[in-house]
């Protein structure tokens, strides 16, 4: 199936499968965007198609009917405002259009950026538990023993018992061997 914004080929993740247009939430949302601005440029040119008639019928109800020169005027100084009001009006929606999309744009990429932090996070966190088990693996690591100072801690403790013995042990230990 393929995205109907894009138009690359993607596997539907939904229930409904026909009901799945676009790739990602991107696409649909792009795709928004541009129907929503399809649809006030419309009613945008539609409003000026019934303004310009409007201002056509007006213009011929007018020239038929001959009133006083300062009633025409009052009548083009109001047509001339309320096209101004329209004027500023369409520009008014078409600068909050603008600022809804940039609006969305930076909060898609505030999504992306949160999205890449949160993954970040957790492996981040990985690592933590991986550093908390080697530390109890070599907390509870039993410590290599060695002969000499185990012999030696021995005899300092038999010394505070029996001093004597202790040291009659030591001078026949500690002895140079005759070749």
């Given at each position: 199936m393929n995205c109907n914004e894009c138009n690359i080929e993607f596997t539907p993740t939904r229930l409904n499968v026909e009901g799945q247009k676009y790739c990602s939430i991107r696409c649909r949302n792009l795709?928004?965007?541009?129907?929503?601005?399809?649809?006030?440029i419309s009613n945008y040119q539609k409003e000026n198609e019934v303004t310009i008639s409007n201002d056509i019928a007006k213009n011929n109800i007018d020239n038929r009917e001959n009133e006083s020169p300062s009633r025409q005027n009052y009548n083009r100084q109001s047509d001339n405002n309320i096209i101004e009001n329209r004027h500023f009006n369409y520009k008014t929606h078409i600068g909050l259009v603008e600022a809804n999309f940039e609006t969305k744009s930076d909060l898609i990429l505030c999504r992306i950026q949160l999205d890449y932090a949160n993954k970040e996070k957790?492996?981040?966190?990985?690592?933590?538990?991986?550093?908390?088990?080697?530390?109890?693996?070599?907390?509870n690591e039993e410590?290599?023993?060695?002969?000499?100072?185990?012999l030696i801690s021995n005899l300092i403790k038999g010394f505070a018992t029996d001093p004597v013995?202790?040291?009659?042990?030591?001078?026949t230990m500690f002895q140079p061997k005759t070749v």
């Open positions: 795709a928004a965007q541009k129907r929503q601005r399809e649809k006030i957790e492996v981040l966190k990985q690592k933590i538990k991986d550093l908390e088990i080697e530390i109890f693996d070599l907390e410590k290599e023993v060695n002969p000499q100072q185990e013995g202790v040291l009659n042990f030591a001078k």
